[in-house]
């Protein structure tokens, strides 16, 4: 079985993900991009019973652009944005993947809600999806 592992900045909270994740992907939508300060957040989806926790996590309950809730979870000493449960996949935990301490084995394999993307952003070959694929 593959073990990944990672954390926040400060390293109060850090994680292992036992196993393969579900899904690898970049959200556009602007509550992602007001989050994470950038122009997307990329994201690794994993089932939550794969994903052991050490630390306290913050948390901030939210809807994204569908409407649906989203619970951000974060460092509260550093500030690090760590995971999304998000309504619509229940069951996953949404790692950031820049929270990760090697990415190499990760690739986006989709491009979601592209109607929200900075025009700067070019999204290459991978699929695009305008929101949530259906």
Same mark, same amino acid.
């Given at each position: 079985?593959?073990? %990944?592992?990672?954390?926040?900045?400060?390293?109060?909270?850090?994680?292992?993900?036992?196993?393969?994740?579900?899904? #690898?992907?970049?959200? %556009?939508?602007?509550?992602?991009? /007001?989050?994470?300060? #950038?122009?997307? #957040?990329?994201?690794?989806?994993?089932?939550?019973?794969?994903?052991?926790?050490?630390?306290?996590?913050?948390?901030? /309950?939210? !809807?994204?652009?569908?409407?649906? !809730?989203?619970?951000?979870?974060?460092?509260?000493?550093?500030?690090?944005?760590?995971?999304?449960?998000? @309504?619509?996949?229940?069951?996953?935990?949404?790692?950031?993947?820049?929270?990760?301490?090697?990415?190499?084995?990760?690739?986006?394999?989709? %491009?979601?809600?592209?109607?929200?993307?900075?025009?700067?952003?070019?999204?290459?070959?991978?699929?695009?999806? @305008?929101?949530?694929?259906?």
């Amino acid at each position: 079985m593959t073990t %990944h592992t990672g954390g926040c900045l400060c390293g109060q909270i850090r994680y292992t993900i036992e196993g393969e994740p579900a899904a #690898s992907m970049v959200c %556009h939508c602007t509550h992602c991009q /007001k989050q994470s300060g #950038s122009a997307f #957040s990329t994201i690794v989806g994993v089932p939550e019973g794969q994903v052991a926790i050490t630390g306290e996590v913050s948390r901030y /309950k939210d !809807s994204g652009e569908s409407g649906k !809730s989203v619970e951000r979870q974060f460092c509260g000493t550093c500030g690090s944005p760590l995971f999304s449960k998000v @309504e619509v996949s229940p069951g996953l935990l949404w790692v950031k993947a820049g929270t990760l301490d090697d990415t190499s084995a990760f690739a986006p394999t989709a %491009h979601l809600w592209t109607r929200s993307k900075q025009d700067w952003v070019d999204t290459g070959d991978v699929p695009a999806f @305008e929101t949530n694929p259906s």
